[in-house]
């Protein structure tokens, strides 16, 4: 996973449809390794968060809109992080 920069809420929209992963570094997330993954799913026109806390015993997956995730991610723009969906994918 790299940092990167967004320029706005249209670019994270282009990101996630373009199948990218985007993960918001916290120190609440040390389960997925401090971070919250999110993606888009264009069959289902949704886009998922996985999340799991510290205390948490499994992963929890929330659903949004894409809308509301760019939303959500942009208040987290400081924080994100880039890769392929699929780990082997190079995303340098």
Known sequence: MRKIDVEDKFQIKQLLYCDCVLGVKDY???????????WYD???????CCEAGWSDL?????????????????RYRRYLFLRGKRLSEDTR
């Open 28 to 38: 609440r997330y040390r389960s997925f390794g401090g971070f919250a993954f999110w």
């Open 42 to 48: 264009k069959q289902r026109d949704i886009c998922s």
């Open 58 to 74: 499994g992963k929890k997956v929330v659903h949004y809109s894409l809308d509301k995730a760019a939303k959500i991610l942009w």
